[in-house]
């Protein structure tokens, strides 16, 4: 999350860089529309587990109940994870962690170190309306997290985290068609990162 990595001058490359990954093809061709023209962003085909990055993406639910989709997915690659999220959601959101808020736990392993997140939905297993904006939501929590938040330890996340893998927003379980996710992310992308890129 560094807030220096958005748009950088003169065509350099960014230090921050935002892997959008996805196992189908509608999904990753969704995510290579929006990445072509945005420096910071790159697309994987394939598992968010196989990229060395710092910090994945869990589109969760508010309670942090991770028993499906992605999230069962990082429980079992992460088995102390779900544990973290929970206490984390009950020590700093009362138990109840909003859509568009997002938090930052360790993984228990070395790669990647951290999980950012990101709930997409307020119930596990929800279905998402067809008009929703909760993908755009959860980006741009993770994304302002990102940008401006600061460790305990007091540095900023964007000097400890340098890349993020991120899977299709509500595409899964909540129903999210891949082109609305892929717009919605790329609109969040804009306004976190352009507005620092001002500062």
Partial sequence: MTADSGRSSEGAEPELQLVLCALDEPLAAA????????????????????????????????????????????????????????????????GELPVGEALLVPTGVPNPIWLISAP??????????????????????????????????????????????????????GGVAPELCARQIAAAWDEVFTRVDQR
Avoid at 59 to 73: C, E, F, L, T
Avoid at 160 to 172: D, E, F, Q
């Fill in 31 to 94: 995510w290579q529309e929006i990445a072509d023209d945005r420096a910071g962003l790159a697309v994987h085909r394939g598992s968010v587990l196989d990229l060395s990055v710092d910090a994945v993406v869990s589109p969760a639910n508010s309670y942090g109940w991770m028993r499906g989709g992605i999230d069962a997915v990082y429980a079992r690659a992460f088995p102390e994870v779900e544990e973290q999220v929970r206490s984390a959601v009950l020590a700093y959101h009362g």
């Fill in 120 to 173: 997409t939905m307020r119930e596990p297993g929800e279905r998402l309306p067809a008009d929703t904006v909760h993908p755009y939501l959860a980006a741009r929590a993770v994304l302002r997290l990102w940008a401006s938040a600061v460790l305990e330890s007091g540095a900023l996340v964007r000097q400890v985290v340098r890349s993020i893998a991120m899977p299709g927003l509500g595409t899964g379980v």
